[in-house]
Each structure stands twice: as structure tokens, then as C-alpha cells.
């Protein structure tokens, strides 16, 4: 603390038997002018040194944050698949396939993350005795920039359909798109490693894992060749959560599981989903099931366990959008978390109000557990 330095001023006037001493006192300048002296004949100048009263320690300033992540389920953009047909014979306008209400939220997220649920190639031949294989041409990657798309998850058991090139070749395309992919790579030490995206200040790592497949055919990768990062046995999946929690400040788990088009779980998303939490994880947000799953919450922490096919085939099916809303500041945290209805057909349209959205609210209270579906929000009981 700076000191307060008060010039005094000492006049000593000697007349016959008086001494007069006058010396400024801590007061203002205005009366000090106002202070009436006679003209000394003799002019001391000194210095005094006043200690200031204790000022309050200022409070630190807390960093505010506000930002949201929104989540889509499984999306195929593959030539061969149900709804590719439908984009052409649209003239190639998405928003001839999405609700532009959907796609409007997707933009406007502050990081959108989608199911990227085939490959990007030319090349590569179908995997044998799979019964589906989906491929897409590189230029399709186009697509996920219309919708706003900032990340994709790849693993799930659709990212190896035509073999390993076509993989690779699906890397480099959202590499030169400018799409961080999480859950797959080049390598293992590329399939295991987090993706850090830096929002508002904030950290945010994205850990995602398959365990979908009955019968295995997407490879996991190795030291040396391409793949996907499996879960069917956590080790190498909770280790990376677990490196994603020393350096990040949020940490959201992508698993690929459940039994396909069945709202019912299988007791290992709930066995498994609880270790993820454990391990580090804020929130789980599942797909691969096609069709929707419900909602739960464990020791705070929110897991959807499905969100459906978003734009995948021609059923008629439940989808969603989920927004987490990370807000608030370094002495609390909040995090919401927001339902979009929506129906998938060839045409994903949203159910944002209406009897069309009660009713899909009752449906998913139905298949949730320890959570409330109220307002379009998913909250703890």
C-alpha cells in the first residue's frame, strides 16, 4: 500500500516572553487557506509520515460463463441409405429434409455435436455378411456444415462399412472440412485422445466409446491401424475420462450402445453409466438404439441414454435435439438440460409446442428414471 505523505509547515515566532508553534494538521487544502497565521520570520519545512486506515481487500472478480452444447443422435448421409433419395429429389436443400426450426437451434448452439454414422469415400468394398453398409461421397460432408455441425462422433459400428480406407478416407475429409471427430482415429492413441473445445472461457473435453455391435466388425484401432475405440471392456475408455477430468473443466461421455429400436435398457448403460460418472464424466449422451431412450440422473450428473435416429431412415420415429446449458460462475455451476421433440421420417420435423409435444413429453416420462421431463426440460427429481 502506497504511503500518504503530508507536508508540515512550522512557524516559531519568538517575541518577548511567548512562542508560538503552528503546524498543519491531516486536513484538506481549502483549510489549511483558511487557516490564519502571521508571516514567520523564520520558515522550518518537515516531513511526516501518516499511516492510512485499513482499506477492504477488494473482492475478486468470479468469471461468468454462459454457453451451450446441443447434442443430435445418429445421421446418415450415405448415397445408398433411406434418405439421400429424398435430399435429391429436393433439389439438395436440407432444409427440405430438417425442420429449418431444428437446424436453426443447431446453428445457433454454441458447439453442436452429431452421430456421424457412415464413411466419406469412393473407394472400399462392404464389409462381408454385414447387412448394412453405408458410404457417402466426400462432398456430403457439406452438409454438416449447413447444420451448424462443430463436432462429430465416429464411434459407432457404421464409420468402418466399406474397410480401412474408406476410413482413412473418411479422416481425411472432415480433416479438410475443418470437423473435429472424437472416438475413432488413425491409430489407438488417436481413438482414445479427447477433444478439447474452448467455449467462454471454459474447457469442454468430448470422450466417446462403441460397445454396439452383437457380432464385432468395426475394428478397434491399434498402434498401427485405423479404428474405432470400444467399451466393452471400460479399461481404456475410463482412463481416457479420467485424463479428460485433469484437464478440462467439463467433461461430456459419448457411448454407443443399447439394443437397437428398443426404449427398454440393457443393465449394462446403467451399470456403465454410473462408472463414467464416476470416473469424471458431467453428462452421458448416448445413441445407436434408433429410436429414443430415456432420461436419468446420477449423482447429479444427467445421462440420456438414447437420442434416436435424427435423420437416418425413412421410420417414423421419436427423435430429439439435447442442449445442455452450462452457465454460471467460479463459486456455481448450473447446468440445464433442454428437450427438443422432434419425429423422424425422410422429413425431420420439430414438435417445439402443441398436444404433438405433451404427448411426446408423456412418452418420454414413461421410459425415464429418477428424472422429471417437464417444460422441455430433463430435471432431478
Same mark, same amino acid.
Given at each position: 500500500?502506497?504511503? @500518504?505523505?503530508?507536508?508540515?509547515?512550522?512557524? %516559531?515566532?519568538?517575541?518577548?516572553?511567548?512562542?508560538?508553534?503552528?503546524?498543519?494538521?491531516? &486536513?484538506? *487544502?481549502?483549510?489549511?487557506?483558511?487557516?490564519?497565521?502571521?508571516?514567520?520570520?523564520?520558515?522550518?519545512?518537515?516531513?511526516?509520515?501518516?499511516?492510512?486506515?485499513? $482499506?477492504?481487500?477488494?473482492?475478486?472478480?468470479?468469471?461468468?460463463?454462459?454457453?451451450?452444447? +446441443?447434442?443430435?443422435?445418429?445421421?446418415?448421409?450415405?448415397? =445408398?441409405?433411406?434418405?439421400?433419395?429424398?435430399?435429391?429429389?429436393?433439389?439438395?436443400?436440407?432444409? !427440405?429434409? %430438417?425442420?429449418?426450426?431444428?437446424?436453426? %437451434?443447431?446453428?445457433?448452439?454454441?458447439?453442436?455435436?452429431?452421430?456421424?454414422?457412415?464413411?466419406?469415400?469412393?473407394?472400399?468394398?462392404?464389409?462381408?455378411? /454385414?447387412?448394412?453398409?453405408?458410404?457417402?461421397?466426400?462432398?456430403?460432408?457439406?452438409?454438416?456444415?449447413?447444420?451448424?455441425?462443430? %463436432?462429430?462422433?465416429?464411434?459407432?459400428?457404421?464409420?468402418?462399412?466399406?474397410?480401412?480406407?474408406?476410413?482413412?478416407?473418411?479422416?481425411?475429409?472432415?480433416?479438410? &472440412?475443418?470437423?473435429?471427430?472424437?472416438? &475413432?482415429?488413425?491409430?489407438?492413441?488417436?481413438? +482414445?485422445?479427447?477433444?478439447?473445445?474452448?467455449?467462454?472461457? @471454459?474447457?469442454? &473435453?468430448?470422450?466417446?466409446?462403441?460397445?454396439?455391435?452383437?457380432?464385432?466388425?468395426?475394428? *478397434?484401432?491399434?498402434?498401427?491401424?485405423?479404428?474405432?475405440?470400444?467399451?466393452?471392456? =471400460?479399461?481404456?475408455?475410463?482412463?481416457?475420462? @479420467?485424463?479428460?477430468?485433469? =484437464?478440462?473443466?467439463?467433461?461430456?461421455?459419448?457411448?454407443?450402445?443399447?439394443?437397437?429400436?428398443?426404449? $427398454?435398457?440393457?443393465?449394462? *448403460?446403467?451399470? $456403465?453409466?454410473?462408472?463414467?460418472?464416476?470416473?469424471?464424466?458431467?453428462?452421458?449422451?448416448?445413441?445407436? +438404439?434408433?429410436?429414443? *431412450?430415456?432420461?436419468?440422473?446420477?449423482?447429479?450428473?444427467?445421462?440420456?441414454?438414447?437420442?434416436?435416429?435424427?435423420?437416418?431412415?425413412? !421410420?417414423?420415429?421419436?427423435?430429439?435435439?439435447?442442449?445442455?446449458?452450462?452457465?454460471?460462475?467460479?463459486?456455481?455451476? =448450473?447446468?440445464?438440460?433442454?428437450?427438443?421433440?422432434?419425429?423422424?421420417?425422410?422429413?425431420?420435423?420439430?414438435?417445439?409446442?402443441?398436444?404433438?409435444?405433451?404427448?411426446?413429453?408423456?412418452?418420454?416420462?414413461?421410459?425415464?428414471?429418477?428424472?422429471?421431463?417437464?417444460?422441455? /426440460?430433463?430435471?432431478?427429481?
Amino acid at each position: 500500500m502506497k504511503r @500518504k505523505k503530508i507536508t508540515t509547515l512550522l512557524f %516559531i515566532f519568538i517575541t518577548q516572553n511567548l512562542l508560538f508553534i503552528a503546524c498543519s494538521t491531516p &486536513a484538506s *487544502q481549502d483549510n489549511l487557506a483558511n487557516t490564519d497565521v502571521m508571516t514567520p520570520s523564520t520558515t522550518i519545512e518537515a516531513t511526516a509520515t501518516i499511516e492510512p486506515t485499513a $482499506t477492504p481487500t477488494p473482492t475478486p472478480d468470479l468469471h461468468e460463463y454462459d454457453f451451450t452444447v +446441443t447434442f443430435a443422435g445418429d445421421l446418415s448421409l450415405a448415397d =445408398n441409405g433411406d434418405v439421400m433419395p429424398a435430399y435429391v429429389e429436393r433439389g439438395e436443400d436440407i432444409a !427440405k429434409c %430438417i425442420d429449418p426450426q431444428l437446424i436453426s %437451434i443447431m446453428q445457433e448452439a454454441d458447439i453442436m455435436w452429431i452421430n456421424n454414422e457412415f464413411t466419406y469415400s469412393t473407394t472400399g468394398q462392404p464389409l462381408p455378411d /454385414k447387412a448394412y453398409t453405408f458410404r457417402a461421397h466426400p462432398s456430403r460432408v457439406s452438409i454438416l456444415k449447413e447444420l451448424g455441425v462443430d %463436432i462429430v462422433g465416429l464411434a459407432n459400428n457404421h464409420v468402418y462399412d466399406y474397410g480401412k480406407q474408406a476410413m482413412l478416407d473418411t479422416l481425411d475429409t472432415l480433416d479438410e &472440412a475443418g470437423i473435429p471427430y472424437v472416438g &475413432a482415429g488413425r491409430n489407438l492413441n488417436e481413438a +482414445t485422445t479427447p477433444y478439447y473445445m474452448e467455449e467462454d472461457g @471454459k474447457t469442454i &473435453a468430448f470422450v466417446a466409446a462403441s460397445r454396439a455391435e452383437k457380432t464385432k466388425m468395426t475394428p *478397434q484401432a491399434t498402434e498401427d491401424n485405423p479404428g474405432i475405440l470400444r467399451c466393452y471392456d =471400460n479399461t481404456l475408455f475410463l482412463e481416457e475420462i @479420467k485424463e479428460a477430468r485433469e =484437464n478440462a473443466d467439463f467433461v461430456i461421455a459419448l457411448p454407443h450402445w443399447g439394443t437397437e429400436y428398443s426404449t $427398454t435398457l440393457e443393465q449394462v *448403460q446403467i451399470d $456403465t453409466a454410473k462408472e463414467y460418472i464416476d470416473a469424471g464424466a458431467d453428462a452421458i449422451i448416448g445413441t445407436h +438404439t434408433h429410436c429414443i *431412450q430415456g432420461f436419468d440422473f446420477y449423482n447429479g450428473k444427467p445421462i440420456a441414454y438414447s437420442l434416436g435416429n435424427y435423420w437416418f431412415n425413412s !421410420k417414423t420415429l421419436d427423435s430429439m435435439l439435447v442442449t445442455l446449458h452450462f452457465y454460471g460462475d467460479d463459486n456455481q455451476q =448450473n447446468l440445464d438440460v433442454e428437450i427438443i421433440p422432434a419425429i423422424q421420417t425422410n422429413y425431420t420435423t420439430s414438435l417445439l409446442t402443441g398436444e404433438d409435444a405433451s404427448n411426446y413429453y408423456k412418452r418420454l416420462q414413461d421410459i425415464s428414471f429418477n428424472a422429471v421431463i417437464e417444460n422441455g /426440460k430433463a430435471q432431478e427429481p
